[in-house]
């Protein structure tokens, strides 16, 4: 099955500053990614994704980048704001028949220091 | 539209009890998937349902079980609850597998 591994565990920032956040995936089948933000006690939050067609998709303060020969993808937020600070988990899967639901990594627990 | 609607937020239970968590999807979302979360292991896939029919299913035990309604809510079992099920049990739902997830506010099942 699919396995991702995502990189820091923790990453403190000064506002106003960016942030860049790893993932690596296993499975060369996996064609779509997405990452989630979650503030304690709360639900993951969609906030980008990308698919295995583009290298790169921008929204905004945020981006995902994603190199489909070295399976590593990462998200890179620019001019971090406070409200920034969360948990963010990248994640890997399957879109075609017979997808087994999203892989996750462990997540990343963003800080950012006023 | 409302959002991904989980029922109950909270429960507690006792070892060996069973319980049944609920799931609305977003209105016209018909794929349904469900997730446990803990600081240990993180986030992982539990199974997912469509059209009333369960896709695949996670490396969790028999104990934990699923079904989709025709009006695409869902609902998961546990059976025998054991200590290490104590969790945040979250559902995504889709308008079909593959697509963008969407998650609810989960269930904090605590069994004692």
């Known amino acids: 099955g699919e396995n991702v591994e995502q990189h820091p565990s923790t990453l403190s920032v000064q506002e106003g500053d960016s942030a860049v956040i790893k993932c690596t995936y296993s499975?060369?089948?996996?064609?779509?990614f997405p990452w989630y933000k979650q503030e304690l006690g709360k639900r993951p939050q969609l906030i980008i994704d990308i698919r295995s067609n583009v290298g790169e998709k921008k929204d905004q303060r945020i981006a995902v980048t994603l190199n489909k020969t070295a399976k590593h993808f990462s998200l890179h937020i620019t001019e971090t704001q406070p409200e920034d600070s969360a948990v963010y988990f990248c994640?890997?899967?399957?879109?075609?028949?017979?997808?087994?639901?999203?892989?996750f990594g462990k997540g990343t627990h963003l800080i950012i220091q006023p | 539209k409302a959002g991904v609607t989980q029922t109950p937020r909270y429960l507690i239970k006792t070892r060996g009890q069973q319980v049944t968590l609920s799931c609305s999807p977003i209105?016209?979302?018909?794929?349904v998937s469900w997730y446990q979360q803990t600081p240990g292991q993180g986030l992982q896939f539990l199974f997912e349902?469509?059209?009333?029919?369960?896709?695949n299913k996670g490396n969790f035990p028999g104990r934990f079980s699923g079904r989709q309604f025709s009006n695409s809510r869902s609902e998961m079992n546990v059976s025998t609850l054991e200590l290490g099920d104590s969790a945040l049990y979250l559902c995504a739902s889709s308008t079909q597998p593959g697509r963008e997830a969407f998650f609810g506010q989960g269930t904090r099942l605590t069994v004692v």
């Open positions: 349902y469509f059209s009333e029919t369960q896709r």
């Open positions: 994640a890997a899967m399957y879109s075609g028949g017979g997808a087994d639901g999203l892989t």
């Open positions: 499975d060369s089948a996996s064609n779509y």
């Open positions: 209105s016209g979302h018909r794929s």
